[in-house]
């Protein structure tokens, strides 16, 4: 979570969306409680509870949210690129030396391996479970968006650079079973729902 009291606006990261890109770029322009910075990616269901009322009465307004959400089927092999990597070898969440394929079985199981519980973009934002949603949502395929977006909000130029990239995956989503695909699509029907809405413009408003 990160603070943006000029621009009006609180930015909740959602994982394997360029987020320690996106807070390098804000960070000069964050005023974000030492506290809040223990929780790098809280979701859209805490803030609102815990730190939209601290918030608003410490700031004097309540800022609105806001995030990024990638395609679903994108995000999951960001998320196993990024748990192949050496270090996490021989941890319970480490995807090494298993296939893309494997990962996504584990995935749609229940309950869910250690290494398969990734969550879902939807509840992360607040389109699930009562909300309240976050207020701007930007597409991870078109940053230019979100940042043109910040820059009219701070009055400032910014710029993103690559941060914390996973490493390229021998296979991926093209070479997954498609009955493999369609249940996973299935399952998560709504996530892939929400982020048509998303990248129909780039920028979904849901409120305010």
């Keep these: ?17 360029a987020s320690q890109a996106i807070r390098a770029m804000l960070a000069a322009h964050s005023e974000t409680p030492e506290t809040a910075r223990q929780f790098p990616h809280l979701n859209a269901a805490t803030y609102a509870r815990r730190w939209a009322p601290f918030l608003k009465e410490t700031l004097g307004f309540a800022p609105e949210t806001f995030a990024v959400m990638r395609e679903p089927m994108e995000q999951m092999e960001s998320w196993f690129r990024y748990r192949q990597r050496e270090a996490l070898i021989g941890h319970a969440n480490s995807t090494h030396g298993m296939s893309f394929a494997e990962f996504v079985e584990a995935r749609l199981s229940d309950p869910q391996p250690p290494f398969a519980a990734v969550g879902r973009q939807d509840r992360f934002l607040g389109f699930l479970d009562g909300g309240p949603p976050v207020t ?23 710029t993103l650079e690559a941060r914390n990239v996973s490493a390229p995956a021998a296979a991926g989503a093209a070479d997954l079973p ?4 369609k249940r996973f699509r299935t399952a998560h029907a709504a996530e892939f729902a929400l982020y048509a809405r998303v990248a129909a413009k780039g920028h979904l408003i849901t409120r305010g």
């Design 1 to 17: 979570m990160l603070v943006l009291p000029k621009a009006r606006l609180v930015y909740l990261a959602t994982p394997k969306t």
């Design 136 to 158: 701007h949502v930007f597409d991870y395929a078109r940053l230019d968006r979100m940042i043109a977006f910040l820059q009219g909000r701070l009055g400032t130029s910014l």
């Design 178 to 181: 498609p009955a493999l695909v």
